[in-house]
């Protein structure tokens, strides 16, 4: 069982899954970091941090590091696994407009010719108007207000688009859609200085038809609460 998030001071982060913070009492802790990006600019140490406590004393590192304070006195979830369970909710919602009217919702699904997982499938019930829903977690922010994606070269990314771009071709909707953890990001667009590849990807997909959408989490540490609720706008 889940306990309560804990509050603490971030010192580092290393061989890219641990953390180490210090408590409030001054004890030191290494924590399980859930994020394989780069974390640009979300490695502050010094700065407030939460972390959440899974209660299982079989776990080598039972502390996963959920939220981070990050430039700007903003904060960004950096748990990347809760990227789905964010927008399924949100979806369920109605949050996310643009993927209502749906009877069903699968994850996980296999598709395309490079052997991919679509993050959620949304069809009819009988399994019509397919739309495709792949998802991206969003934590950099390069300027004030700029979100940038990806934070570290990703070839699975610009194989997923890929996949997008083949998908519309073939008569489906596919759906590209950012969540960002990051209460500072007022848009997003493609990290060309990063992983030009990727910019040039989602270009292709865009001009093909692939629908690309971001929406921005609210993230309240004290209450253990992240939620999607508003779109923000994509630049490409």
Known sequence: MVQSWQRGTLLRRYKRFLADVRLPTGQELTIHCPNTGSMRHCVLPGSPCWFSDSGNP?????HTWEVATVPGEHLAGVNTGRANTLVEAAIRSGVIGELAGYAQRRREVPYGQERSRIDFLLS????ARPCYVEVKSVTLMEAPGQGWFPD???????KHLRELTELVRGGARAVLLFCVQHTGIEWVEPADDIDPAYGRALREAVAAGVEVLAYRADIRPEEEAIE?????????
């Open 228 to 236: 999607l609720t508003r779109p923000i706008a994509v630049r490409y």
């Open 124 to 127: 009819d019930e009988d399994g």
């Open 58 to 62: 079989k776990r080598k590192y039972r």
């Open 152 to 158: 570290a070269v990703s070839t699975r990314g610009t």
